[in-house]
């Protein structure tokens, strides 16, 4: 008799219910009674994952930008035999706790157009910031016109590096400010 004739395909294991931004994450489900070849699939896989539909593995390391909770996660197997699934499950992606920097971003509000018209449908500004000057990965949205500074806390050791943007009611943006940096 051949493995897994008689007994049905079944999946196994537990996922990790966290992982801290910039750490790896790693999940391999196990397989028994398989009989020929098991193709894995998944459902809401979380964006900052890939997944391997020969192993079922699970895999990639989430960036700050992304804490948050991905949810209702299923991962399932199939021969010509049939299919299984795991339960669904969740993964709580947390901001890492080694974010003890600040930087106080400032910027002069603009008053005309990048066709040189008076400005006159300001909506507010995006704070993009990262650590690498060409990568700039994090925002924050400001709709208070009136504010021309912010304080961008829990940073994390290194060079981080920011830039502005204002936009209209319209939808209009401007270009990124020139890109400033400070070392935490």
Request: proline share 5%.
């Given at each position: 008799?051949e493995?897994?004739?008689?007994?049905?395909?079944?999946?196994?294991?537990?996922?990790?219910?966290?992982?801290?931004?910039?750490?790896?994450?790693?999940?391999?489900?196990?397989?028994?009674?398989?009989?020929?070849?098991?193709?894995?699939?998944?459902?809401?896989?979380?964006?900052?994952?890939?997944?391997?539909?020969?192993?079922?593995?699970?895999?990639?390391?989430?960036?700050?930008?992304?804490?948050?909770?991905?949810?209702n996660?299923?991962?399932?197997?199939?021969?010509?035999?049939?299919?299984?699934?795991?339960?669904a499950?969740?993964?709580?992606?947390?901001?890492?706790?080694?974010?003890?920097?600040?930087?106080?971003?400032?910027?002069?509000?603009?008053?005309?157009?990048?066709?040189?018209?008076?400005?006159?449908?300001?909506?507010?500004?995006?704070?993009?910031?990262?650590?690498?000057?060409?990568?700039?990965?994090?925002?924050?949205?400001?709709?208070?016109?009136?504010?021309?500074d912010?304080?961008?806390?829990?940073?994390?050791?290194?060079?981080?590096?920011?830039?502005?943007?204002?936009?209209t009611?319209?939808?209009?943006?401007?270009?990124?400010?020139?890109?400033?940096?400070?070392?935490?």
């Amino acid at each position: 008799m051949e493995p897994g004739w008689g007994a049905p395909l079944s999946l196994s294991g537990t996922p990790l219910p966290t992982v801290t931004a910039g750490q790896a994450y790693h999940f391999t489900p196990a397989v028994s009674n398989a009989s020929g070849t098991v193709t894995f699939h998944i459902q809401n896989a979380p964006r900052w994952a890939t997944f391997n539909a020969s192993t079922g593995t699970l895999s990639g390391t989430p960036a700050a930008a992304d804490a948050a909770t991905y949810g209702n996660i299923v991962i399932s197997a199939s021969t010509a035999q049939g299919t299984a699934s795991l339960a669904a499950f969740s993964i709580v992606v947390l901001e890492a706790n080694s974010g003890t920097g600040s930087a106080d971003v400032s910027w002069a509000p603009p008053t005309t157009n990048t066709d040189g018209s008076t400005l006159t449908n300001l909506a507010g500004y995006t704070i993009y910031y990262g650590t690498s000057p060409g990568s700039l990965t994090q925002k924050v949205e400001i709709t208070n016109v009136g504010l021309t500074d912010y304080l961008i806390s829990g940073l994390s050791s290194g060079t981080w590096y920011f830039a502005v943007t204002a936009y209209t009611s319209s939808g209009s943006q401007s270009s990124l400010s020139n890109v400033a940096s400070k070392t935490i």
